[in-house]
């Protein structure tokens, strides 16, 4: 089956940096189109990246990449902002379908002031 799991979130002060991973196995990954989502307290769960577009809010600041050897999909975070604390999410899908068919259990980022 497929699985996608995230690592790399924890407590970071405001202007420092995280990379996070999600590594992903089960599927062909060169065939799926990687994102990265997010979900602040309270909030509903917002798109952040994936290759070729970024939400507004973080562009300049984060940088997705991946590594298809690997199987890997990596969100580089810097400057780091106390309104970036959420749970961060991967989704994987094919890339003749149109929405988000997996997604991971989520990594944690907290971003103190």
């Known amino acids: 089956q497929v699985q996608l799991v995230e690592s790399g979130g924890g407590l970071v002060q405001a202007g420092g940096s995280l990379r996070l991973s999600c590594a992903a196995s089960?599927?062909?990954?060169?065939?799926?189109?990687m994102g990265w989502f997010r979900q602040a307290p309270g909030k509903e769960r917002e798109f952040v990246a994936r290759?070729?577009d970024y939400a507004d809010s973080v562009k300049g600041r984060f940088t997705i990449s991946r590594d298809n050897a690997k199987n890997t999909v990596y969100l580089l975070m810097n400057n780091l902002k106390v309104e970036d604390t959420a749970v961060y999410y991967c989704?994987?899908?094919?890339?003749?379908?149109?929405?988000?068919?997996?997604w991971g259990q989520g990594t944690e980022v907290t971003v103190s002031s």
């Open positions: 290759i070729g």
């Open positions: 089960g599927l062909t990954f060169s065939t799926y189109r």
């Open positions: 989704a994987a899908k094919h890339q003749l379908s149109p929405q988000y068919a997996y």
